[in-house]
T-cell receptor, first 111, second 115 residues
């Protein structure tokens, strides 16, 4: 699976948009970009995923660059409950299809 | 609530002992994955089962084993426990485990402490 690079930590003011970048310069054409988050020691929570096009759901938006070498997860109005570690994962269909988690970005939402 | 359940929530045991962790996947999901999260290793994939059969292995020790039963619940068996096995163990499930766009849903985890 392609490697991802994320900032170790970020802060965001409550109510503002949180923009979390991810670099995946070695991504292949059939690899999806997934975002999960982990609040404290809870189970990772699925946020969003995409292949080429930008995606939006009730939690967040995912912007993937045209060359697919990087992406940005956008939380439009961050709340204190969004404080968590955010993982960007790229994934290719193969036997097993397991996720390989990196170190993620620790996002702190500040009141 | 992801729909994946894990028991027990917490487990404290001694070195050399054996424990069993249990996972029930979301209704309709055929694949179960086990992950280990320790402080120094992050989230590591251990093993995957699909409809009762082992599909993929990751960094799973020989002292660890798993199985998936006909009702699709899964158990992770950890034996000859060492201090370093102390970690959070997560189970995840997905519909089939064969597609790149298939989402995995994680359970709340079991926290294992080996003393």
């Amino acid at each position: 699976d392609a490697k991802t690079t994320q900032p170790t930590s970020m802060d965001c003011a409550e109510g503002r948009a949180a923009n979390l970048p991810c670099n995946h310069s070695t991504i292949s054409g059939n690899e999806y970009v997934y975002w999960y988050r982990q609040i404290h020691s809870q189970g990772p929570q699925y946020i969003i995923h995409g292949l080429k096009n930008n995606e939006t759901n009730e939690m967040a938006s995912l912007i993937i660059t045209e060359d697919r070498k990087s992406s940005t997860l956008i939380l439009p109005h961050a709340t204190l409950r969004d404080t968590a570690v955010y993982y960007c994962i790229v994934r290719v269909a193969k036997t097993g299809n397991q996720f390989y988690f990196g170190t993620g970005t620790s996002l702190t939402v500040i009141p | 609530d992801s729909g994946v359940t894990q028991t027990p929530k917490h487990l404290i045991t001694a070195t050399g002992q054996r424990v069993t962790l249990r996972c029930s996947p979301r209704s309709g999901d055929l694949s179960v994955y086990w992950y280990q999260q320790s402080l120094d290793q992050g989230l590591q994939f251990l093993i995957q089962y699909y409809n009762g059969e082992e599909r993929a292995k990751g960094n799973i020790l020989e002292r660890f084993s798993a199985q998936q039963f006909p009702d699709l619940h899964s158990e992770l068996n950890l034996s000859s426990l060492e201090l370093g096995d102390s970690a959070l163990y997560f189970c995840a499930s997905s519909v089939s485990g064969g597609a790149a766009q298939e989402t995995q849903y994680f359970g709340p985890g079991t926290r294992l402490l080996v003393l």
